[in-house]
């Protein structure tokens, strides 16, 4: 079932653990992300990109997410990842979406406060949760050449972002990255604790893939209720895909050429799931929906 992000975040901060936010274009993966989450029984979160959802992407991501979300007996946020475009957050309202990041973490924090405001005007009227990021998480989910510097959010910010702008789950920055690490992070964990204490709202971890497990235990452990993956799902994919390159056939099946893909997808989405202590969840995280 579709729920909003605000719901299916809310048992998360409850009870420390985390809801594993998938990035997913086309059925391959939409399809592998909610049939592994509903084989372990987890509240799962998938995402579109802007650049993704383009034309008639709003239709094959938006509508079949939609439509396989009836289907799958777990609570599924449909959500907007980072997104710099007011009018791209109302076309995803429009389109069902049941959460929406908007991302004003590279602006002052005054315009950053007015943008992400005026997309909670946009997205709460129709009952759709925002999240936002304060402070900077760098490098870039698609290029991994650019490389952009992080900022860390800072604790006696976040209290006021949170009042001014009524945002439902706010991205932190505490040490990750987007994309492949060039060396391995350390998150500041003593900022998370200092963060958490300053807010009740759920907070989000971004660039999650290729953090050490222990190192993301830790930040779950401490307040972190979303952790978004999508560099470790493309490694995953493409191990697949060059496990399938290796038939010895010239027209292979499509399950030939897509199951490999699938289930190297999946046992990656698996073990993200059993990391956060999702697993198990999905009965309870939605108590009212
Ligand atoms: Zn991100």
Redesign the pocket.
């Known amino acids: 079932m579709l729920v909003t992000l605000k719901d299916i975040l809310a048992d998360a901060r409850d009870n420390h653990y985390a809801v594993g936010a998938f990035n997913v274009i086309e059925n391959v993966m939409l399809r592998t992300v909610l049939e592994t989450a509903e084989a372990k029984e987890a509240p799962v979160i998938v995402m579109g990109l802007a650049a993704d959802l383009e034309g008639a992407g709003w239709t094959y991501i938006a509508g079949l997410a939609k439509l396989a979300a009836e289907y799958h007996d777990i609570p599924i946020c449909l959500h907007l990842?980072?997104c710099y475009d007011l009018d791209v957050i109302a076309q995803a309202v429009e389109h069902g979406f049941t959460g929406v990041m908007y991302?004003g973490s590279s602006l002052p924090f005054d315009e950053n406060v007015n943008m992400t405001k005026a997309a909670v005007d946009i997205a709460h009227p129709h009952g759709v949760s925002v999240e936002a990021e304060l402070g900077h998480?760098g490098g870039s989910?698609l290029a991994e050449t650019q490389h952009v510097e992080s900022v860390l959010t800072e604790p006696d910010e976040i209290t006021k972002f949170v009042e001014l702008t009524g945002v439902d789950a706010l991205?932190v920055s505490i040490g990750t990255g987007?994309g492949v690490y060039r060396s391995e992070p350390t998150l500041n964990i003593e900022r998370l604790v200092e963060l958490t204490q300053a807010t009740d709202v759920p907070l989000v971890m971004?660039?999650g893939s290729g953090t050490p497990d222990d190192q993301v235990r830790n930040a779950v452990a401490n307040g972190i209720t979303k952790v978004?993956v999508?560099t470790e799902e493309r490694i995953a994919m493409f191990r697949g895909l060059k496990e399938a390159a290796k038939i010895d056939r010239i027209d292979p099946l499509p399950e030939d050429q897509f199951g490999p893909i699938r289930s190297e997808l999946s046992a990656l989405i698996g073990e993200k799931i059993e990391l956060l202590s999702s697993d198990g969840r999905a009965a309870l995280t939605i108590a009212d929906a």
Do not use: I, K, R, T
């Open positions: 990842d980072h991302d998480v989910d991205a987007h971004h660039g978004n999508f």
